[in-house]
Structures are given as structure tokens and as C-alpha cells.
């Protein structure tokens, strides 16, 4: 369901995920977590499932340092307690990006998506595996040593 960014409840779930840990570090002093600033600047369309154990923020910027070009998966965090052993299963992180980039398609049609994982913050040895089940491919690294991953329409 479709939220805002301001939802504390996906506030929350981008507390609880490493890519937090560098906004915090990036102002250089602790901050409230009530100010954490879960999307940065451009146009931003957030999502909870219905029990608040998953959200997703996408972004989308025209003008990027990085050059990267297209709509940002800013946040994906699946919290839920069962795993995919079942394809069909509500949870499966793979299903909640197939449709998550439905929507994305449906606000920005024709648009690149595009995420980063830090391979070295995650427990998997596929990083991004959830996204490339899904139809994504990994496409480079970031200068910061970041894996960038993208799906097209």
C-alpha cells in the first residue's frame, strides 16, 4: 500500500537497514531517528505491505552525481518471518520486487530501475539475489565499491 516517506512504520524499517548506518555517519553526528532522512531529493513514491514487515521507496531524480540515470530503489527491506520456499508465497523478496517494479513502471513508464548493495553488508554470497531472481542484473560497481544492479521495462 502505497505511503509516505514521513510513515513511521517505514521509518522503522530503514532504521533496522545498513544503508541508514551511512546517512548517519554522512552528518557526521548522531542523529534523532525521528529526522533520519529515508529518501533524498526528486520525486519519491514509498510502499508498506498490508502487516508493515516489508517497504520499498523508490526515487527518482533527474539531475545524479553518480550519472546514474533512471529511478532509484532508495530502500527494500523485508523483515517478514518465512522465507520463498514457496514462489507463490505473499513474503518472497522476489515477488515483492517483481511487483514493486510494476508499480515503478506504472509512475515512471519506460524508465531504467536501478539499485546499489554493499556486498560486504550483507550475509548473502549473491548480492542482490532477491532482485536478480526477480529479472535485475548487476551492471557495474560504484566508485565506493557498491554493487549497481537494473531491470528495464
Known sequence: ??????????????????????ATRRRGHPVAP???????PGEVKAYLTVDGRAGWIWRFA??????????????FR???????HNSSHEHCSSKMVAEADE??????????????VDPGKILSSNPGYCFKR??????????SGLHILEVSP
Open 1 to 22: 500500500m502505497p505511503v509516505l516517506c514521513t510513515d513511521d512504520r517505514l521509518r522503522g524499517l530503514y532504521q533496522r537497514h545498513y544503508s541508514s548506518e551511512k
Open 34 to 40: 525521528n529526522q533520519l532522512r529515508v529518501a533524498g
Open 62 to 75: 533527474k539531475f545524479r552525481k553518480d550519472g546514474q540515470q533512471g529511478v532509484e530503489c532508495v530502500l
Open 78 to 84: 523485508n523483515e517478514a518471518s518465512v522465507g520463498c
Open 103 to 116: 508499480l515503478a513502471w506504472v509512475k515512471w513508464p519506460g524508465q531504467r530501475l536501478f539499485t546499489f
Open 134 to 143: 526477480a529479472g535485475w542484473r548487476f551492471c557495474g560497481v560504484s566508485k
